[in-house]
Nanobody
Framework: QVQLVESGGDLVQAGGSLRLSCAAS???????????LGWYRQAPGKQRELVAQ???????DYTDSVKGRFTITRDNAKNTVNLQRKSLKPGDKADYYC????????????WGQGTQVTVSS
């Protein structure tokens, strides 16, 4: 069973930086390397939204509100995906979730349990 565990959530001041990490277990490196990975967030009272994603080829995509401030990277040797964030705003406050779309015959979607990020103004 694939498990995703996020870490790095914290309280940070507006304008600050924070790095989130997500470690995958129960999956081989070869399968992880061909999986599409993403970070989502859900603010109180709002729907979960895609923040950033990275394909198996390393192609990245970001929601407009974080372009230029967030960077998603993956380390296939360590089965991890990271989200480096800078110039944080109060609007970035949310629970952040790691997501993996694993191609094993069919595409299976896995979620982490989430990590909380609070941005003080």
């Amino acid at each position: 069973q694939v498990q995703l565990v996020e870490s790095g959530g914290d309280l940070v001041q507006a304008g600050g930086s924070l790095r989130l990490s997500c470690a995958a277990s129960g999956i081989s490196r070869s399968i992880f390397s061909i999986s599409a990975l993403g970070w989502y967030r859900q603010a109180p009272g709002k729907q979960r939204e895609l923040v950033a994603q990275i394909t198996s080829f390393g192609t990245t995509d970001y929601t407009d509100s974080v372009k230029g401030r967030f960077t998603i990277t993956r380390d296939n040797a360590k089965n991890t995906v990271n989200l480096q964030r800078k110039s944080l705003k109060p609007g970035d406050k949310a629970d952040y979730y790691c997501n993996a779309r694993v191609p094993t015959g069919e595409i299976r979607v896995y979620w982490g349990q989430g990590t909380q990020v609070t941005v003080s103004s």
